[in-house]
């Protein structure tokens, strides 16, 4: 009996809970006190330019639980990119601290990164950065080969994620045969194969018509929902951040509740 992604996620991701209660446990924690799966306090992050220093974020706070669905808004150049660059152990911060699923990733090597968000994150791109000479289903596996998973596994899983995303008819296209939504809907296929925690979205419908992108987000509500998936959305579209279970705004180097 073959097991769906959605209950081979569920498994996967009750297994690391209760390693991570167990680890809370040894600390003389009680085990109900699950800590939040995003944890930053204090963070700064400084650029040297040739006009001098320039700020983008200043003590910069926030505490995502698992489960919730936030939405971050903001002007262009704000930060809200770099913010999650920084989420997913992709940048560093210059002060401050960054715990992802209780990882302090800010003190992890390039290669102890590159394992971390193999294993616990979910990128989805404004654009989605699938490889042209590739099928879609080849595509969607090429994070669980990158994790050295046996080829026949890994398409195994990756068809089963088209089919939960409705691209089963589609698996053996090639990204340039595929319209927009198709593509960006293979690329959320392809974050979510390795059934991680923290799904990080940046503008993942910025580039698509109106009634494509409220489909998109649609599939991101409903995947979201039944893989347990705790999930950040960079956007412009106030609309769809008001769906979130919380939206925020990122101003002046910080963040702050949506008016």
Same mark, same amino acid.
């Given at each position: 009996m073959q097991t769906s992604p959605a209950a081979a996620a569920q498994a996967t991701r009750s297994a690391r809970e209760s390693e991570l209660r167990t680890q809370g446990q040894e600390q003389g924690r009680e085990e109900s006190a699950v800590p939040a799966l995003i944890q930053v306090s204090g963070l700064q992050k400084t650029y040297q330019t040739a006009r001098g220093t320039l700020t983008l974020f200043r003590d910069l706070n926030l505490q995502v639980e698992a489960g919730e669905m936030v939405a971050i808004v903001g002007q262009s150049g704000a930060g809200k990119s770099t913010l999650l660059h920084m989420l997913g152990a992709l940048d560093t911060p210059s002060a401050g601290t960054v715990y992802c699923a209780s990882t302090d990733v800010a003190k992890l090597s390039a290669r102890e990164a590159a394992v971390f968000r193999n294993?616990?994150?979910?990128?989805?791109?404004?654009?989605?950065?699938?490889?042209?000479?590739?099928?879609?289903?080849e595509n969607v596996a090429m994070p669980l080969l990158a994790r050295g998973t046996a080829k026949r596994e890994a398409l195994a899983?990756?068809?089963?994620?088209?089919?939960?995303?409705?691209?089963?008819?589609?698996?053996? %296209?090639?990204? &340039?045969?595929?319209?927009?939504?198709?593509?960006?809907?293979?690329?959320?296929?392809?974050?979510?194969?390795?059934?991680?925690?923290?799904?990080?979205?940046?503008?993942?419908? &910025?580039?698509?018509?109106?009634? !494509?992108?409220?489909?998109?987000?649609?599939?991101?509500?409903?995947?979201?929902?039944? %893989?347990?998936? !705790?999930?950040?959305?960079?956007? %412009?579209?106030?609309?769809?951040?008001?769906?979130? !279970?919380?939206?925020?705004?990122?101003?002046?180097?910080?963040?702050?509740?949506?008016?």
């Open positions: 294993r616990e994150i979910g990128y989805v791109w404004q654009f989605h950065y699938l490889l042209p000479e590739f099928s879609a289903l899983a990756a068809a089963k994620w088209l089919s939960e995303v409705g691209l089963a008819d589609r698996s053996d %296209h090639r990204p &340039g045969e595929l319209s927009g939504g198709e593509q960006q809907r293979v690329a959320l296929a392809r974050a979510l194969v390795n059934n991680p925690r923290l799904l990080l979205a940046d503008e993942p419908t &910025g580039d698509l018509d109106e009634t !494509t992108a409220g489909r998109v987000f649609d599939l991101i509500e409903r995947l979201h929902a039944s %893989h347990g998936l !705790t999930s950040i959305l960079v956007t %412009h579209n106030l609309e769809l951040a008001g769906r979130c !279970t919380r939206a925020l705004r990122l101003e002046s180097g910080r963040l702050g509740p949506l008016a």
